[in-house]
């Protein structure tokens, strides 16, 4: 069996409260989401010495916009300056001895249909996908950017930052698109099956600097058509593919759903840790979306709920399976 680690994200203008409330959850590894100033080599060592004051350790860190960089994405005139930033971003962070950063190909971002309370959120409000509705939206940049090309960017994106990556020692884990389906305002999405993982590898020459970030939430959200989870994990672990691991439950698969708390969506997310722990995944696991709690706690006190949930079905599947072999 591996070693799972547990992490929480922060961003580099995190206060001292918000970095002791993520020691006292019993959480040793951070992502950090880089604000634009502290993106360089020295406001990472800034930002790395507070965390050392809470005995903190910084696993992976990217920037958001650079890596969900439109110009990038869409081969706008400018994306070789972007992809410089992008590159200048990781060499800073390989020089700060941190080992992976990110990617997700979504020039709109996240897409989601509203946020509300849900059927399934206990009285909080949740994001809610409804693909009937975002199919209606417009172009969002002006025209439709075909599958090839997309792909053709991506491709374009690999061969300048892999080399980079590799003087850098740093990983790029790739996160699918959200929602998983093939096309939204006009562009196609690189990642909305396990396949497109497959042919991302075989762009990239099977380069270890390209691995998975993988979405357990995407995963649910595109149910059958995005791949088979457990064996989807079985092959990307044993490939040693997957960097970190996103661990969210969803109330039901695309084209309609809530992000839930772990224990009110459709997957046994027990089921799901099990699998982690069985194939030997060596890495870092973390809540990436939750339902905020009520006044006075807020999305932190989320957070917190469904870290604990998730040390503890961390705890019970290592011991259930160590006790087996």
């Known amino acids: ?24 959850m019993g959480v040793q590894y951070v ?4 604000k634009d100033e502290d993106s360089n080599y020295e406001g990472i060592m800034r930002f790395r010495e507070r965390l050392d004051k809470f005995g903190l350790i910084p696993s992976d860190a990217g920037n958001h916009d650079m890596y969900k960089s ?18 200048a971003l990781t060499r800073a962070i390989g020089k700060a001895g941190i080992r992976t950063t990110y990617m997700t190909w979504e020039p709109n971002f996240t897409l989601s249909t509203k946020s509300v309370v849900g059927e399934h959120s206990r009285g909080a409000v949740t994001r809610v996908v409804d693909i009937a509705q975002l199919k209606t939206l417009p172009y969002s940049h002006g025209r439709l950017y075909s599958e090839d090309e997309i792909w053709g960017n991506f491709k374009y994106f690999l061969d300048r930052a892999l080399p980079v990556c590799e003087e850098a020692d740093v990983r790029i884990a ?7 389906v093939p096309e ?3 562009i196609h999405n690189l990642i909305h099956c396990s396949d497109d993982y497959r042919r991302a590898f075989e762009l990239a020459g099977d380069s270890r600097y390209l691995g998975v ?17 457990f064996a989807d994990i079985e092959e990307f672990v044993r490939r040693d593919k997957v960097i970190m691991v996103h661990f969210r439950n969803v109330s039901s698969a695309i084209p309609y759903l809530e992000e839930t708390l772990l224990e009110d969506g459709y997957m046994d997310m027990y ?37 604990g949930y998730m040390k503890a079905l961390l705890k019970c599947a290592e011991a259930e399976l160590g006790a087996k072999q």
């Not at 790739?174 to 998983?180: A, I, K, N, S, V």
């Open 271 to 307: 089921k799901v840790m099990k699998h982690f722990v069985a194939c030997g995944f060596d890495g870092y696991i973390n809540v990436d979306h939750v339902p905020p709690f009520a006044a006075g706690g807020g999305r932190a006190a989320g957070f917190a709920y469904s870290i």
């Open 184 to 186: 939204l305002c006009g």
């Open 70 to 87: 439109a110009s990038i994405h869409l081969g706008l005139p400018d994306r070789d300056a972007c992809i410089d930033r992008y590159n």
């Open 213 to 229: 970030k993988l979405c357990v939430g995407c995963w649910l959200e595109g149910g059958q058509e995005f791949g088979d989870l």
């Open 174 to 180: 790739l996160h699918p698109c959200d929602p998983p």
């Open 1 to 24: 069996m591996g070693k799972i680690k547990v992490q929480q994200g922060v961003s580099s203008n995190y206060t001292d409260d918000q970095l002791l409330f993520i020691k006292q």
């Open 31 to 34: 992502f950090v989401m880089l």
